[in-house]
């Protein structure tokens, strides 16, 4: 069976979670490539699978028109420019991988979320009436924005339809296939299937950046305890609730020896975030720190929290917990999504309720005050997750699943 996993991004949460997900579908025996962007960024680790760096997309990164305060003329015209770039690149790069996947004819492919990819919807079809079986990782069904452009509203209405059509779609949670169900109810739910979230094991390793590199980073003063929050910097990670809870840590818990560090590639202007740390008087213990995190440095950064915090306020599912997990410290997420389904409360973590700074600073006081308690709930986790999210287990059920639609 040849299987090709398709993510276009080379770096990044998803391109990491195709990564492993290959490498489980391959230790099962089926013939599984890679299909990645050409800066596939973990390109040095072992792996028992083929890659293709096929697809030539944008970076990460900031964007000066995304980041400027007031709307000029030129940030316009700019963010207008981008547009279109990001249009006709997603074009040639689709038209590019339609010609790849017809001239080699794998068994099926599978991918992750389409509805933003333009006409993505009319290659995936022609791919499909070739013969070859098409299949999802459905990371999300919905826009995050109420986005009011009417090509791209067309552009998921066309995708939307292709739902259908799919031999086999998967969800990280089975919060997210309910709702899936729900809202495309023309959808066979036999083809639905749960895909647990798996780990990051095999990705961060010994020649990770040493802790003291980081914390020194970061300015850490060697008797403070980290939170750490890291992943997609926007504000429905909760990270204005997060700087109220670090506020109410150090003023009304008198908390002296913390400190905050918010890491990741920002989706958004960060400046109103430090705004609000100037504003609350924690400048000097937190830090915003929005620019992409390499998988060389992921685990630093995660090792050196004592506690890894969650305050989403919406969340499908986050793949930054099972990182969390295999470092093995406890975290503490909100109960939103599927986190609930993955964070075991009082276990491996706390869960408290969205847009709540006085729950989640209470909970991070808890385990900052308890080292043996965080300590008994981080290796709680770890034990989560080389057992129920142990990327050769899960690539198990897929190839079962795969071998059923063939």
């Known amino acids: 069976m040849k299987v090709y996993v398709v993510e276009p991004f080379g770096r990044g949460g998803l391109l990491q979670l195709s990564h492993l997900l290959s490498e489980g579908l391959s230790a099962n025996g089926v ?16 792996r028992n699978f083929d890659v293709v760096k096929l697809w030539s997309l944008w970076q990460f990164g900031s964007n000066t028109a995304k980041n400027a305060k007031s709307k000029t003329w030129a940030t316009k015209v700019q963010t207008l420019w981008d547009g279109v770039s990001k249009i006709l690149i997603w074009q040639r790069e689709w038209i590019k991988f339609t010609r790849f996947v017809l001239a080699n004819k794998p068994d099926i492919i599978m991918l992750g979320t389409i509805f933003r990819y333009p006409l993505g919807w009319l290659y995936l079809n022609i791919i ?48 997210l296939r309910q709702g899936f169900l729900n809202s495309f109810d023309e959808v066979d739910r036999n083809k639905t299937h749960i ?17 003291e590199t980081i914390r020194a980073r970061y300015a850490i003063e060697d008797d403070s305890s980290v939170i750490v929050l890291f992943g997609r910097l926007a504000t429905d990670k909760g990270i204005p609730d997060l700087i109220d809870a670090f506020a109410i840590l150090k003023h009304e818990f ?30 000097q213990d937190a830090v915003i720190d929005a620019q992409y995190v390499p998988m060389a440095e992921m685990g630093a950064l995660v090792k050196m929290a004592a506690v890894v915090v969650f305050p989403y306020r919406n969340a499908s599912q986050s793949y930054s917990l099972q990182i969390a997990y295999i470092c093995g410290r406890p975290v503490v997420a909100t109960n939103v999504g599927a986190l609930p389904e993955d964070v075991i409360d009082n276990k491996s973590g706390y869960i408290v309720e969205p ?26 986790a770890y034990q989560l997750s080389v057992t129920k999210h142990s990327w050769k287990n899960i690539g198990k059920e897929v190839a079962a699943v795969f071998r059923q639609i063939l």
């Open 31 to 46: 013939d599984a490539t890679l299909v990645t962007g050409m800066d596939y960024e973990l390109e040095d680790r072992p």
């Open 128 to 175: 499909r009436l070739s013969g070859v079986k098409i299949s999802q990782i459905c990371h999300e069904y919905e826009l995050r924005e109420k986005n009011k452009n009417q090509v791209i509203v067309l552009y998921k209405k066309l995708n939307d339809r292709l739902y259908k059509h799919f031999d086999a779609i998967f969800f990280l949670s089975d919060y």
């Open 195 to 211: 895909l647990p979230m798996g780990n990051a094991q095999g990705l961060l390793d010994d020649n990770d950046l040493k802790l």
């Open 254 to 283: 008198e908390m002296n020896n913390v400190q905050l560090v918010i890491s990741g590639p920002a989706q958004e202007n960060t400046t109103k975030w430090s705004d609000q740390i100037k504003e609350l008087g924690v400048e």
């Open 355 to 380: 847009h709540a700074p006085r729950q989640l600073a209470e909970a991070i006081a808890k385990l900052l005050n308890d080292p043996a308690k965080a300590k008994e709930m981080g290796e709680y």
